[in-house]
């Protein structure tokens, strides 16, 4: 197992204990404190903990090598865990949703004051989650590490929603005590929101999508100073977990012999797996200049 693996993993470990721990605390605050919306955060961080622990099993798979069966690995895994996530995401919005509802049709008490506290506790621990996750997320390359850090994010906002509503009921009085209910409704159509944003690159992921044209530039110009390489041609990059493969055109001088045309695939090959560590492979196609 990777460096990177070993990393998004610790992540994971990370988000789950921090989660299973402010669902509790959410949760016990929420029932004493008269508000449905820390309750609804409490759902929200319960349903985060089986996500994380969704992601951890993917990372896990999808460090496996490859193998007879899987002979580009099993980096798939990871945005198949990913789609897993955004469904817990959707459950819980749904959920949330629907309670929310039903708390503003029956009357109940204002929240407690102390709610607040808990709350902005909460929104500045959560945020410290996203950032941490999120940029272990980038440093690994890992979808569903950024899927769990924006599980971060949206609990961080559905807390600060939470805490909006219950300072309007408790500031405005009578009349608003269903503020808090307003405001985990407003959250779980932010949750959804997150939900799409997360699913769309993984999703792209799967269907080996065209994304990466940044890093097809840098091939392509790393590719070309290779000597013996007169241009480059085709180029598609996939993404499978945390790792890429490439595929790539070159075109060389049509006199010289197929061991020197080998020769030259190599270098190139291996000038890119030395600029790109995330890249897992290079298959490369030559082609002589005066094919066309």
């Given at each position: 197992m990777d460096q990177n693996t070993n990393e998004a993993i610790k992540a994971s470990w990370l988000s789950i204990i921090g989660n299973a721990l402010l669902a509790i605390a959410k949760f016990i605050t929420g029932v004493f404190g008269n508000s449905y919306a820390l309750i609804a955060d409490a759902i929200e961080s319960t349903t985060d903990v089986f996500s994380s622990f969704l992601v951890l099993l993917g990372l896990k798979y999808?460090?496996?090598p490859p193998d007879k069966n899987h002979p580009y690995g099993h980096g798939k895994a990871e945005p198949l865990m990913t789609f897993a996530v955004v469904g817990f995401l959707v459950v819980s919005a749904t959920v949330i949703a629907y309670e929310s509802i039903e708390h503003i049709?029956?009357?109940?008490?204002v929240p407690e004051p102390y709610t607040l506290i808990v709350l902005?506790?909460?929104?500045i621990i959560k945020e410290y989650f996203y950032r941490k996750v999120s940029k272990k997320g980038n440093e690994?390359?890992?979808?569903?590490?950024k899927a769990d850090a924006w599980h971060h994010r949206s609990d961080a906002i559905t807390s600060l929603m939470a805490f909006i509503g219950i300072s309007i009921a408790l500031f405005m009085g009578k009349g608003y005590e269903t503020a808090d209910d307003w405001a985990a409704l407003f959250a779980s159509g932010f949750i959804l929101y997150n939900a799409y944003l997360i699913l769309r690159p993984a999703l792209g992921e799967v269907m080996d999508e065209h994304m990466y044209d940044d890093m097809i530039a840098?091939?392509?110009e790393i590719s070309g100073g290779v000597p013996g390489v007169l241009d480059t041609e085709k180029c598609y990059v996939r993404k499978t977990g945390m790792t890429y493969h490439v595929d790539l055109h070159i075109t060389v001088n049509?006199?010289?012999s197929v061991k020197k045309g080998h020769d030259i695939a190599h270098n190139v090959k291996n000038e890119l797996l030395a600029h790109f560590p995330e890249i897992f492979d290079v298959l490369i196609h030559v082609?002589?200049?005066?094919f066309y």
């Open positions: 999808s460090s496996r049709r029956t009357p109940h008490k902005a506790v909460i929104i690994t390359n890992s979808t569903s590490l840098e091939i392509r049509a006199e010289i082609e002589p200049d005066d």
